[in-house]
């Protein structure tokens, strides 16, 4: 993954809407199943299946995280956040887009509970280290959930509040996670997809913070 120098701060600040690159109308080419699961990663997903995404850094590791949890339905890695139409890797990379880098998750709540969910995304990364996770640094990388429905929301607030007494009763810092409703998700080019079972000792970055999920 690309990571930022100790001299270019540009890429750990968000840019303004209207400073943002223009991107483009067409969606990225993306072949729709999943290498691993064998599913659809493209909707539309089973009437019974909800979505959200998650930013924990570099979404290559994170998305094996979440297509390794039993019952899961599928996982895509793409972007998600920003203010780009249909960006490339490069142009997030850039810190021009305003996107983070996210897995998409599709679940049955029948199956995989969202506090399922929840405990694998805070206890896999450090949520609160701002623009960066680890020595990926820069606004892709950034700690973020994005939701479509109020309800949803709420009960990652609730999980929000019970991790950050997790990390303050361990002396750790407060939770820079950004939770947003009704993002736009733009899939990733498809040689990012499921990167770490097509390159088992490729690159990955995440790592908790040694506190568990109450």
């Not at 970055?205 to 999920?213: D, E």
Request: proline share 7%; with cysteine; aromatic share 10%.
């Amino acid at each position: 993954m690309w990571r930022l120098s100790g001299l270019d701060k540009s890429k750990s600040e968000l840019p303004d809407a209207d400073k943002a690159l223009p991107g483009r109308a067409e969606p990225m080419r993306h072949k729709g199943i999943h290498s691993v699961l064998k599913t659809p990663t493209v909707a539309p997903f089973p009437d019974n299946c909800e979505v959200i995404m998650f930013g924990m850094g570099c979404f290559w590791g994170a998305e094996r995280k979440f297509w390794s949890i039993p019952d899961i339905f599928t996982t895509a890695v793409g972007y998600a956040g920003g203010y780009t139409p249909n960006p490339t890797y490069e142009e997030v990379c850039s810190g021009k887009t305003g996107h983070n880098e996210v897995v998409l998750v599709v679940y049955d709540p029948q199956k995989t509970a969202l506090s399922q969910l929840m405990k694998v995304f805070w206890e896999s990364h450090n949520p609160t280290q701002g623009m960066r996770q680890g020595n990926d640094v820069g606004t892709q990388y950034r700690s973020g959930i994005y939701v479509d429905s109020e309800s949803v929301q709420t009960q990652v607030l609730q999980s929000k509040l019970q991790y950050q007494q997790a990390l303050l009763k361990n002396g750790m810092g407060v939770i820079t996670t950004e939770i947003l409703l009704n993002q736009p998700f733009y899939y990733a080019e498809d040689y990012h997809q499921q990167y770490l079972a097509k390159n088992p000792t490729g690159y990955c970055g995440l790592g908790g913070c040694g506190v568990a999920m109450p």
